[in-house]
């Protein structure tokens, strides 16, 4: 249905101008009952929809800063593939006392989550010790090599408490005021273990040596996997380590 969605929010609703960042989906500001939003188009299954929106909900009833659904005229949190969200202003993070709060808050979220449910679809990291695919992932698509190298990565996780992790805490989804730390662009969330998302500028999660090494081999390995093969995901897997 495309855009065309948009009028399941209402008569009181456009869209803008496009936004740069996503990759997956159509991301564009919205205007909608008299404030600025977010819309976010996509090909995203109403199971994964479902997970995503209801995530947001919760967290955001937690505290958590967040962009918050906006609900179609009749309820729903999404509509043929299309999400409407609320607009969260901000800026990146500068400074390593920036840092700090972002690894704070994102240590929010995975104690928000313990036990969550896994995004339909998704694989973990230590899923794919056995399994070949998951959602965007697809191991046989990599090198034998790149594989074994990624599974090693992994294999050190084993045995960790799982949650709800962001996975792409990078500056341009961050947006920080005075006194709030707000994550955006969860396309990439799913259940898994803590430490990928804890690889951050300047060590600002304060991890000792060894808990670092095994965060950013893992992260290393998880954005090689979920983008390959393009240049970025060459890069990212040059970084670990082979067997």
């Known amino acids: 249905m495309g855009w065309e969605a948009l009028e399941q929010w209402g008569e009181d609703v456009a869209r803008i101008k496009p936004l740069t960042g996503g990759v997956a989906n159509d991301v564009w500001s919205v205007r909608v009952q008299g404030r600025l939003a977010v819309g976010r188009l996509g090909a995203r299954s109403d199971a994964d929809l479902a997970w995503e929106t209801e995530l947001l909900q919760h967290l955001d009833r937690e505290g958590l800063a967040v962009p918050v659904p906006i609900p179609t005229t009749d309820g729903r949190l999404f509509a043929d593939g299309l999400v409407l969200m609320t607009y969260m202003e901000g800026g990146p993070p500068e400074t390593e006392a920036d840092w700090r709060r972002v690894a704070d808050?994102?240590?929010?979220?995975h104690r928000l989550t313990l036990g969550w449910?896994?995004?339909p679809g998704w694989r973990s990291s230590t899923d794919l010790l056995h399994a070949e695919t998951g959602t965007r992932i697809d191991l046989c698509r990599m090198p034998p090599e790149g594989v074994a190298r990624c599974r090693a990565a992994w294999a050190?996780?084993?045995?960790?408490?799982t949650c709800v992790v962001h996975g792409d805490t990078n500056p341009r989804n961050i947006r920080m005021t005075?006194?709030?730390v707000a994550l955006i662009d969860w396309d990439e969330s799913h259940v898994d273990v803590p430490d990928l998302d804890l690889v951050l500028p300047r060590n600002a999660a304060?991890?000792?040596d060894g808990a670092h090494d095994i965060a950013a081999q893992a992260a290393a390995a998880w954005h090689a996997a979920v983008c390959w093969d393009?240049?970025?995901?060459?890069?990212?897997?040059?970084?670990?380590?082979?067997?």
């Open 105 to 109: 808050t994102v240590r929010e979220l």
């Open 156 to 161: 050190r996780l084993v045995g960790r408490q």
């Open 117 to 119: 449910p896994q995004r």
């Open 230 to 243: 393009d240049d970025y995901s060459k890069k990212r897997l040059a970084e670990v380590r082979a067997v």
């Open 178 to 180: 005075a006194d709030r």
């Open 206 to 208: 304060g991890l000792d």
